[in-house]
């Protein structure tokens, strides 16, 4: 069938709420022919490729982490039991994370409808993820051809098909399972727009490897920790922060060793990247189309929730990785510390980097 072409990500709320999406404990995926509607958006880019004729084998910490990728490959039909309920969080806990517990607007709903309002900004959160990995799926594309080693276009190559099954996983997840799907955020979307056609395969890595990655991957763990240890959404998040803990640990040391090479004024113009990344990333972590379904002041409720208690902690955790990491990069230089001084993050400088390897962690069987 041929594509549909937009100009622009559509920005409409989708409801998955019939057994057609998608057939349960199958591994095929069966659409309703009627249902399929495949849309496309364009991006053009300047990606400048190699290939790589020294075929000798480096036995290296990327060549390892290949390995691994290649072992601890899973199946999202088969290793997960989508029949599983979510398990997720306890209702108090999903309330303080939705950041609007002590909201009026929020307390004035119905009790059915306050639960509603979260399911919706939980829904929200995994469709952020859910288009992130397919950012995440392009990318690693891109690298494939872009990244300058041979061992570094191997991995970039079983990353592409880890995030294939993030992307798989989450889709699956949001139609069966959530049965409503948001469309990409704004800054999500610039963010992953400026990485796909960005034509330094280093700018692709910090964005995509070390901040975006980085988030999800702290996001992840967060949320592992939170649901119930015997539902489906743990299952889930087990799996793929396996894969984005080796995707993390590829980024920071390939990159570590090329940021060396660079001189300051590329450190710079990296770290700014970097930076603004990071500025954005904050910014897209506001569900305001979640604000605008459910009829709040879109600017007030994005105020609450960006000053709020529990939710603003949350989020700000969020950045303790990323901030070491980019440190253990390099990319931390004194140009650009005052400015994340500013953001509020810096404080997580001396936190453990994920540069040290554990690789007993790294090679545990998946279960
Ligand atoms: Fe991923
Ligand atoms: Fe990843």
């Known amino acids: 069938m041929p594509a549909q072409i937009v100009a622009n990500a559509p920005r409409d709320l989708r409801f998955f709420d019939t057994a057609s999406s998608i057939e349960v404990d199958h591994m095929d995926i069966e659409l309703d022919e009627q249902a399929v509607n495949e849309v496309a958006e364009i991006f053009k880019t300047p990606l400048t490729g190699s290939f790589n004729w020294d075929y000798r084998l480096q036995e290296d910490r990327i060549q390892k982490l290949y390995e691994l990728g290649k072992e601890l490959n899973w199946n999202a039909s088969t290793d997960l039991d989508w029949s599983k309920p979510i398990g997720e969080a306890p209702t108090e806990i999903r309330i303080i994370q939705s950041g609007f517990s002590e909201y009026q607007p929020f307390l004035d709903l119905s009790e059915e409808r306050q639960l509603e309002f979260i399911r919706h900004s939980e829904a929200w959160t995994d469709s952020q993820f859910l288009h992130g990995e397919q950012g995440a799926l392009?990318?690693?594309s891109q690298l494939v051809s872009c990244a300058p080693t041979y061992n570094a276009k191997l991995y970039a190559a079983s990353q592409t098909f880890d995030e294939a099954r993030h992307v798989e996983t989450f889709n699956r997840y949001l139609q069966q399972k959530k049965k409503l799907m948001y469309p990409i955020d704004g800054a999500l979307k610039?963010?992953?727009d400026k990485i796909l056609t960005d034509e330094r395969w280093d700018l692709k890595f910090i964005g995509m490897q070390v901040v975006i990655e980085g988030l999800a991957l702290a996001a992840f763990t967060t949320m592992k920790e939170l649901v119930n240890p015997e539902g489906f959404k743990h299952d889930m998040l087990h799996l793929?922060?396996?894969d984005e803990a080796r995707h993390v640990a590829f980024g920071i040391?390939?990159?570590a060793e090329y940021v060396q090479t660079l001189s300051q004024e590329e450190k710079e113009d990296r770290a700014e990247f970097a930076y603004q990344a990071c500025v954005v990333s904050r910014e897209r972590l506001v569900p305001t189309d979640v604000f605008r379904e459910f009829g709040?002041?879109?600017?007030?409720?994005?105020?609450?929730?960006?000053?709020g208690g529990a939710a603003a902690?949350?989020?700000k955790l969020l950045f303790s990785r990323v901030i070491p990491n980019l440190r253990r990069i390099g990319l931390l230089t004194d140009r650009i510390r005052p400015k994340f001084e500013a953001l509020g993050i810096l404080e997580y400088e001396n936190m453990p980097d994920d540069g040290e390897i554990d690789w007993a962690e790294l090679?545990?069987?998946l279960y």
């Open 253 to 255: 040391h390939y990159l």
């Open 240 to 242: 793929i922060i396996r």
């Open 313 to 315: 902690h949350f989020r």
């Open 138 to 140: 392009l990318v690693a």
């Open 296 to 307: 709040f002041d879109v600017e007030e409720a994005r105020q609450v929730f960006l000053d």
């Open 190 to 192: 610039n963010i992953i």
């Open 363 to 365: 090679s545990k069987p």
